[in-house]
């Protein structure tokens, strides 16, 4: 058990740019959700996915879309990059209703 | 409007002493109550958890206590270590769905030896 891992780990990217983050969520289990941390404080539910269909939606921008696939991992495509989309975004899995366990984040630098 | 409210901001303890960290919370629909902390540069990591069917959960030197009349809850820390400096993130989720959490905006605790 690799926990959940998430890739790239840091990224850099300009403004109006596009970016794909990598989420690969503890073998079997189903549920992935993602979260925004900024300045290190607040975290932002964006969305949320069981068996490969979207739950709930949250803080995601428009901008955004993210997708699960047949072996539960996850992506997000980001478009049209804001100074303000500069944070950590986390994933997290769980199996059915359970506890969450996060994985490393990466961080997003836009500039 | 912060749906999940926490306190202190900060707060500063002696090795040894119990270190107490509190959260209120507006929905009465929350029914699953997570206390998760994160070391600098590391990410989240559930620390203990409870439902209001209880209101009390230990485990080892953490202890939830809740109030679901008040709508609070609060982590105690005892014997508090240095190791256990770290930011702690209080939340709330809806019944039947614990992904879809509510953060507070943490409390960034000291623990001075």
């Known amino acids: 058990d690799s926990g959940v891992v998430q890739s790239p780990r840091h990224i850099i990217k300009e403004k109006g740019g596009r970016s794909v983050l990598t989420c690969i969520p503890i073998s079997g289990h189903s549920n992935v959700v993602w979260y925004q941390q900024t300045l290190g404080k607040e975290l932002k539910f964006l969305i949320q996915h069981y068996e490969k269909v979207e739950r709930d939606k949250g803080f995601l921008p428009s901008r955004f879309s993210v997708q699960q696939f047949d072996d539960y991992h996850s992506e997000m495509n980001m478009s049209a990059l804001e100074l303000e989309d500069s944070a950590m975004y986390f994933c997290?899995?769980?199996?059915?209703?359970?506890?969450?366990?996060f994985g490393s984040g990466t961080r997003l630098l836009v500039i | 409007q912060q749906q999940v409210r926490q306190s202190p901001q900060s707060l500063t303890v002696w090795e040894g002493e119990t270190a107490i960290l509190n959260c209120s919370y507006e929905?009465?629909?929350?029914?699953?109550f997570p206390w998760y902390h994160q070391f600098p540069g590391e990410s989240p990591a559930l620390l203990i958890a409870?439902?209001?069917?209880?209101n009390k959960k230990e485990d080892g030197r953490f202890t939830i206590f809740f109030n679901k009349r008040e709508k609070k809850f609060s982590l105690h820390i005892a014997d508090s270590q240095p190791g256990d400096s770290a930011t702690y993130f209080c939340?709330?989720?809806?019944?039947?769905?614990?992904?879809?959490?509510?953060f507070g905006l943490g409390t960034t605790l000291q623990v001075q030896p």
């Open positions: 997290a899995s769980s199996l059915a209703n359970s506890d969450y366990t």
């Open positions: 409870i439902r209001p069917v209880s």
């Open positions: 929905d009465s629909t929350f029914d699953y």
């Open positions: 939340a709330a989720s809806e019944a039947g769905n614990t992904g879809k959490l509510i």
